[in-house]
Nanobody
Framework: QVQLLESGGGLVQAGGSLRLACAAS????????MGWYRQAPGKQREPVAT???????NYADSVKGRFTISRDNAKNTLYLQMNSLKPDDTAVYYC???????????????WGQGTQVTVSS
């Protein structure tokens, strides 16, 4: 059983900052790519930022220059530093990880339960 647990969401004024964290726990061999996704009310879930096991990052155009994704492989933890937040960033933010289980060559997708980020104008 693998669990991804997000933390760090909350309410912030426009222009403010938040830092999200996602801690992976359970039995697994390695975590390959990880990422943050978000879903606003009435909209589909969309990718925000991803990071490979080697540290290669990708960002949605809407967050480039404002958000920074990082990971601490020793702690199996993913981070998202969000600066210059806008009301349009309001959404539930989900952590995603592609995980290899012990004695398996297959990769499995896991999702966290989500954390609410609300940006007031």
């Amino acid at each position: 059983q693998v669990q991804l647990l997000e933390s760090g969401g909350g309410l912030v004024q426009a222009g403010g900052s938040l830092r999200l964290a996602c801690a992976a726990s359970g039995r697994f061999s390695t975590i390959s790519s990880m990422g943050w996704y978000r879903q606003a009310p009435g909209k589909q879930r969309e990718p925000v930022a991803t990071i490979s096991s080697g540290g290669t990052t990708n960002y949605a155009d809407s967050v480039k220059g404002r958000f920074t994704i990082s990971r601490d492989n020793a702690k199996n933890t993913l981070y998202l530093q969000m600066n210059s937040l806008k009301p349009d960033d309001t959404a539930v933010y989900y952590c995603h990880g592609t995980v290899r289980l012990p004695a398996s060559i297959r990769l499995y997708d896991y999702w966290g339960q989500g954390t609410q980020v609300t940006v007031s104008s």
